[in-house]
């Protein structure tokens, strides 16, 4: 059983930066990926980033390559989202989750299956 708890939302301006934090608890030794992914209500899922376990690379959507990333501090259970120049269509609740080889969201051209997430975290990119 894998616990997440996100924070560092919030209301940034276009252009601006965040950086977004997930405590994890239990156990998440044996999982293939963690990561993030964002969702706006009422439309589908969309992946940001994974870590592989077994590697430790990252991976990430086209939309946020080159201005989000992602890391995980193994010593404190923490896994971030450093989210820079930030655009409108950024706006979404995010969630931290284990993934899973395969699935729907496709990242540097691997597919990711999110499987357990925590309960998010608002991020509204407005002026």
């Known amino acids: 059983q894998v616990h997440f708890v996100e924070s560092g939302g919030g209301l940034v301006q276009p252009g601006g930066s965040l950086r977004l934090s997930c405590a994890i608890s239990?156990?998440?030794?044996?999982?293939?990926?963690i990561g993030w992914f964002r969702q706006v209500p009422g439309k589908e899922r969309e992946g940001v980033s994974c870590?592989?376990?077994?590697?430790?690379?990252?991976y990430y959507a086209h939309s946020v390559k080159g201005r989000f990333t992602t890391s995980r501090d193994n010593a404190k259970n923490t896994l971030y989202l450093q989210m820079h120049s930030l655009k409108r269509e950024d706006t979404a609740i995010y969630y931290c989750?284990?993934?899973?080889?395969?699935?729907?969201?496709?990242?540097?051209?691997?597919?990711?299956?999110?499987?357990?997430w925590g309960q998010g975290t608002q991020v509204t990119v407005s002026s």
């Open positions: 989750a284990t993934a899973k080889e395969g699935g729907t969201s496709l990242l540097d051209g691997l597919w990711f299956h999110y499987d357990r």
């Open positions: 870590i592989k376990s077994d590697s430790g690379t990252a």
């Open positions: 239990g156990s998440s030794d044996d999982v293939y990926a």
